[in-house]
């Protein structure tokens, strides 16, 4: 199957600073990529749909000024979240729809897991 | 609204079978999808149904009615390592996934 690989797999920052996230498509050219946080003992939830070449589109409640996206290439999205604070400690995830399997299905990024402290 | 639910926990017994049930109401279907996520993990595909009918792959199987809004996944011949979540998902009209909030299945030997 396609391969999604997402990096750094855990990062633990001082509040207030920014983490980059990166989402990469490595054997396949994705025009979307979805970025999900997961709180311990949830299920997935969708902060937002990054588009390449365009701007993401944000959940209802997301700040975009917080969590920045960009999606410069076909194969690359990268989620900054700036200014964290420990509230924003959560487990991210990134996924991208390979166009050559079914319409909808999603390959997943190993998963960031952000501590701010 | 969009609502997706599914039992917060099972617990079941090595070597034996395992049914856990999904029921949705979205606007629009365009599929259901099975993922089986471990602890600290991302998700992992397990199966999609688009029409009614079951779909085996090996020990997994998944049943889907289109009518009643319901599909299910089966687990045979459970292993300690089928121990993770399992979350449903749709997709509704517009290709976006609605996901459930997970079964945490916990395999006792």
Redesign the interface.
């Given at each position: 199957?396609a391969v999604v690989s997402?990096h750094p797999s855990w990062v633990i920052c001082k509040s207030g600073t920014s983490v980059k996230i990166e989402c990469r498509s490595l054997d396949f050219q994705a025009t979307t990529m979805?970025w999900y946080r997961q709180f311990p003992k949830?299920?997935?939830?969708?902060m937002a749909?990054s588009n390449e070449g365009s701007k993401a589109t944000y959940e209802q409640g997301v700040e975009k000024d917080k969590f920045l996206i960009n999606h410069a290439s076909l194969t690359l999205s990268t989620l900054t979240v700036t200014s964290a604070h420990p509230e924003d400690s959560s487990?991210y995830?990134c996924s991208a729809r390979d166009p050559r399997a079914?319409?909808?299905?999603?390959?997943?990024?190993?998963?960031t897991?952000l501590t701010v402290v | 609204g969009q609502n997706i639910d599914q039992p917060t926990e099972m617990t079941a017994t090595e070597g034996a079978i395992v049914q856990i049930n999904c029921t949705y109401q979205t606007s629009g279907f365009n599929g259901l999808f099975w993922y089986q996520q471990h602890a600290g993990e991302a998700p992992t595909f397990l199966s999609y149904n688009v029409l009614d009918g079951l779909e085996e792959k090996g020990r997994f199987s998944s049943f889907l009615s289109r009518s009643k809004g319901y599909s299910y996944l089966l687990l045979k011949e459970l292993q300690m390592k089928d121990s993770a979540s399992y979350l449903c998902a749709v997709s509704d009209s517009n290709y976006q996934l609605i996901w459930g909030a997970g079964t945490k299945l916990i395999i006792k030997p």
């Open positions: 199957g997402q979805f949830q299920s997935l939830m969708l749909t487990f995830i079914s319409d909808t299905e999603a390959f997943f990024g190993q998963g897991r | -």
